[in-house]
């Protein structure tokens, strides 16, 4: 069962973003990572993975880290449209005329 982890970083610039994204991404039975929050400071995992491990990783890597939220992934709701199915069209016929090779010698009988 994939779990939703929320892990708040101090991040201060882009470099330690992406050493936090991609530490996190390498970890192993990560299905998603994503960056969340009005600074982008909070690191959104799903997947199976161990949160403590993953929170002392990024305390011990990047800066200091909080665990927030632990919880299950619950799939987002996809509202099914309806859609009209077109008739298919049949693409035209082309005919190809094969390729004649004259010599340049003339009809040779």
């Not at 530490?23 to 909070?42: C, I, N, Q, Y």
């Not at 927030?68 to 619950?74: F, I, L, P, R, Y």
Request: glycine share 8%; net charge positive; aromatic share 8%.
């Amino acid at each position: 069962m994939a779990q939703k982890i929320v892990i708040k970083v101090h991040m201060g610039s882009d470099k330690c973003r992406r050493k936090a994204m991609s530490l996190v991404a390498a970890t192993g039975g990560v299905v998603s990572v994503e960056l969340a929050g009005d600074d982008r400071s909070k690191v959104v995992v799903v997947g199976e993975v161990d949160s403590v491990k993953l929170t002392s990783l990024l305390r011990r890597k990047v800066g200091p880290a909080e665990l927030v939220e632990v919880g299950d992934a619950k799939p987002a709701k996809k509202e099914e449209k309806k859609e009209e199915k077109k008739p298919e069209t049949v693409p035209p016929y082309y005919y190809y005329y094969p390729y004649h090779h004259y010599s340049p010698y003339g009809y040779i009988m």
